[in-house]
C-alpha cells in the first residue's frame, strides 16, 4: 500500500494539532503531513516545527476552502486526505478510508453519524442537504459536509478553480467529482469531541451553505431544478385557470401568468443543461 499526503487547514487549533499530529507521524502509511496555517495568531507554527511537520502559511486568513487549496497544490502523493484540525477525526481511520478507496473509488468520504454532529440543529442541517444532494446525484450521499476524505490527487485538483474559499469545500468537491463520473464512497467513521471553539457561524454560515447548495445544483444538473420549479408553476396556472372558470366562468391574467413563468423556467433550465453540460466536458 502506498503512502498518502495529509492535508490539515488550521485556523488557531493548537490544541487539535498538539493531539493529532503526533499520531499521524506515527502511522507507517503517511508518507507527509502537511498543515496549512490560516493566519492562525497562536502556537501552531511552532509545534509543527517541534514535530518536523511542514507547514506553510498564509500572510493572513484566506479561509478553509483557501488552505486546503493551498495543501492540495503542495502534496507530492498521488493520494491526499483531508483532516480537520480541532481533534475530532482520529487518524487511525484512515487505514480504513484508503482500503476503500482500494476498491476503485476516487474519493471516499468519512461519513458521521448523529453522535458526530455538534448539535441537533447542525444534525438536521446537514440531514436536508444529504437528502438534496442524493436527489440531485441520484446517488446515495450519506455526508456532504464532512472534512475526513481522501481523494484522488490528480481528479481533485481538476476542481480547485471551483472551491470556494470558505468553509463548503467538501459540497463542492462531492458533488462535482459525481457530476464528472468519478466515483464516490463512503466510510463511517466516529469523531471525538472538538478541542477549542469552533470557527463556523450556525446561521451566517448555514445560509451560505444553502446558497452553496443551489449553486451547486445548477452545475451538477439544472434541467432536474428548473424542471420541479417549471411543473410547480405549470400545475398552478392550470388549476387557477380552471378554478377561475367554474367559480367566475371567465380566465384570469394570473393564470396565464404562472403558465408562460413555467415556459420561461423550463427554457432557461434547457439551457442551463447544455452549458453545463459544455463545462464539464472540459
Known amino acids: 500500500m502506498s503512502q498518502v499526503s495529509v492535508v490539515i487547514p488550521a485556523k488557531n ?4 494539532l498538539s493531539k493529532v499530529l503526533p499520531e499521524l507521524v506515527a502511522l507507517n502509511i503517511v508518507g507527509e503531513v502537511i498543515v496549512v496555517d490560516d493566519g492562525s495568531t497562536d502556537n501552531t507554527v511552532k509545534i509543527c516545527s517541534e514535530l518536523q511537520v511542514s507547514c506553510i502559511s498564509h500572510p493572513y486568513s484566506m479561509g478553509n476552502g483557501a488552505a486546503i487549496k493551498t495543501g492540495a497544490r503542495a502534496a507530492s502523493s498521488d493520494v491526499i486526505i ?4 480541532d481533534g475530532q477525526h482520529q487518524p487511525k481511520d484512515i487505514e480504513r478510508i484508503i482500503e476503500k478507496m482500494s476498491e476503485g473509488y476516487d474519493m471516499v468520504v468519512g461519513a458521521r453519524d448523529r453522535s458526530g454532529q455538534a448539535s441537533y440543529a447542525r444534525y438536521l442541517a446537514n440531514g436536508f442537504y ?11 450521499v450519506e455526508d456532504l459536509t464532512s472534512g ?5 490527487a490528480e481528479k481533485f485538483r481538476q476542481f480547485l478553480y471551483m472551491l470556494p474559499n470558505g468553509f463548503s469545500y467538501p459540497t463542492t468537491s462531492t458533488m462535482a467529482f459525481l457530476r464528472s463520473g468519478y466515483s464516490v464512497g463512503f466510510v463511517d467513521i466516529d469523531v471525538l469531541d472538538r478541542e477549542g471553539k469552533s470557527h463556523i457561524r450556525l446561521w451566517k454560515d448555514g445560509i451560505k451553505f444553502l ?12 434541467l ?10 405549470f400545475v398552478s396556472g392550470v388549476a387557477y385557470y380552471v378554478y377561475t372558470y367554474l367559480s ?12 408562460l413563468s413555467a415556459m420561461l423556467v423550463f427554457l432557461i433550465g434547457l439551457i442551463s443543461e447544455q452549458i453545463s453540460t459544455l463545462f464539464y466536458k472540459r
Open 13 to 16: 487549533e493548537e490544541k487539535g
Open 82 to 85: 483531508f483532516m480537520d484540525a
Open 130 to 140: 444529504n437528502k438534496f444532494a442524493s436527489w440531485m446525484s441520484e446517488h446515495k
Open 148 to 152: 475526513f476524505r481522501a481523494v484522488n
Open 211 to 222: 446558497l452553496i447548495i443551489f449553486k451547486i445544483t445548477t452545475l451538477y444538473s439544472p
Open 224 to 233: 432536474k431544478l428548473f424542471s420541479g420549479i417549471s411543473a410547480s408553476l
Open 248 to 259: 367566475f366562468e371567465r380566465f384570469t391574467n394570473m393564470g396565464l401568468a404562472l403558465v
